[in-house]
């Protein structure tokens, strides 16, 4: 691997810890305003707002512009939700200000990818970034539950500014502003990212036109662009796995707060620790196929998102903690080495139909739109009163559902189009080599 790659993946690191951090923080503010219980599960899909609503132009600018450029100015963003958070926002909007940091982020943390390494090293690499995000989640959660906890709390509370009031009184509010010291430091380390000196590609310009819309005139070629990967025999595949995963995981992250708290009687802190062991497995299956899996073979992993959902379903069996954390280790690791080959996939046919940063754009704009339409399912049902056990098995059989049917659609692609898959497999074996 190259030198810059490492860079990438300590600024990704740091980056992602402070953002799940900020989760379990974010929760806790919501509980001490007592807001309705549909608000904290409201959290995932408003984080997922932006992505949705600006895939057209982030995916586009970070193909315009210096990807570590992209990358530090996304951050400057999250760290302006956090201080509108602090100073009494609604968390809730607060929240979704991060997660336009985060939209702007993706496109360039992932498109560098392609413009840096080989075709031949991108499993290798999402296994390492992929690894390094659920590392993140693991410390993140842990950290936002310890920042929360009375002893740490106490601590940060009771440190005191001359002359300046802080205004801090809740262990949430102290919880953020050492979260906000976390975005400055991925911010710094965006700064040491290499330039690629790949091509980069310009935003439209018409100077008969405002800069509305010259934006706008994007949206044409992000639908374009959406038609296209869906359209690939090998794309649509690695997307529809990738989006339902992540439209899942994204929301699992808080259904197993509450799960927590239903099934063993766990505080936000104590459940934050369940999510850690979840992304425990999941870097554990990550690294496993970075090791073992080849970009050519990426589908063969499929059904285990059957055998994954399946599991999520057999959570509502469980009642003793030292049967949890095995069980959600090998669930984790079930989903790790299910999404690193097919996102290395998708990457890989999304480069070569329309760029990195584009494509990565797409890959956004669909699973999160599948988070934000699961997560605002969820907080309505919630609001109605679905318990956390109904909501896990919905998940799961939803889960285990579709990834049978893309199985399915997977089977019949390679029946009724053997050449047109041949050709693609030819081509990415050639760029493997």
């Known amino acids: ?31 001490n ?35 570590g450029e992209v ?155 959406n038609r296209l990967l869906w359209r690939d025999k090998l794309g649509q595949i690695s997307l529809a796995t990738t989006t339902l995963f992540w439209g899942v995981s994204g929301n699992l992250r808080y259904i197993v707060l509450a799960w927590g708290a239903a099934a063993l009687s766990y505080t936000t802190s104590q459940s934050s620790s369940l999510v850690g062991v979840v992304a425990v497995g999941t870097a554990i299956g990550a690294v496993l196929a970075s090791l073992k899996m080849k970009l050519a073979h990426a589908t063969r992993v499929i059904p285990l998102g059957i055998a994954m959902g399946l599991m999520v379903v057999g959570m509502n069996l469980i009642r003793d903690v030292w049967i949890v954390a095995p069980f959600l280790v090998l669930l984790g690791g079930l989903g790790g080495f299910l999404v690193v080959p097919m996102n290395a996939l998708l990457q890989h046919r999304g480069a070569v139909l329309m760029g990195g940063g584009r494509s990565i754009a797409v890959q956004n704009f669909n699973e999160q739109a599948c988070i934000l339409a699961l997560g605002g399912l969820y907080a309505l049902f919630t609001g109605l009163g679905l318990s ?34 041949e050709q693609l497999l030819k081509e990415t074996c050639q760029h493997e080599e």
């Open 1 to 31: 691997m190259k030198r810059g790659f490492y860079t990438i993946m300590v600024a990704q690191f740091v980056s992602s810890l402070a953002d799940n951090a900020l989760f379990v923080a974010a929760v806790e503010l919501l509980k």
């Open 388 to 421: 956390a056990f109904e909501a896990l098995t919905g998940f799961g059989m939803l889960v285990a559902l579709m990834m049978w049917w893309i199985k399915r659609w997977h089977d019949a692609n390679v029946l009724n189009y053997p050449q047109d898959i």
């Open 71 to 225: 990358m530090f100015s996304s951050n400057a963003i999250k760290v302006v939700g956090c201080f509108l958070m602090l100073f009494g926002l609604q968390p809730l909007l607060a929240y979704a200000v991060v997660g336009l940091g985060a939209a702007a982020y993706s496109p360039a943390k992932y498109g560098i990818l392609t413009e840096l390494l080989p075709p031949s090293q991108l499993v290798k690499a999402n296994g390492w970034i992929e690894g390094l995000t659920i590392a993140s989640i693991i410390l993140g959660v842990m950290l936002g539950g310890q920042l929360l906890s009375a002893g740490v709390s106490s601590r940060l509370l009771s440190w005191d500014l001359p002359i300046i009031d802080t205004g801090l009184t809740t262990p949430a509010q102290a919880a953020v502003v050492i979260i906000v010291l976390l975005y400055g430091v991925a911010a710094w380390l965006n700064t040491l990212i290499p330039v690629t000196h790949v091509a980069l590609r310009a935003l439209p310009h018409d100077p008969q036109k405002n800069r509305l819309q010259n934006l706008w005139s994007l949206a044409p070629d992000f639908i374009a662009c």
């Open 33 to 67: 305003r007592a807001c309705p219980e549909w608000q904290p599960a409201a959290l995932v899909p408003m984080f997922a707002l932006f992505y949705v609503v600006l895939a057209p132009f982030v995916g586009a600018y970070a193909d315009a512009r210096p990807k």
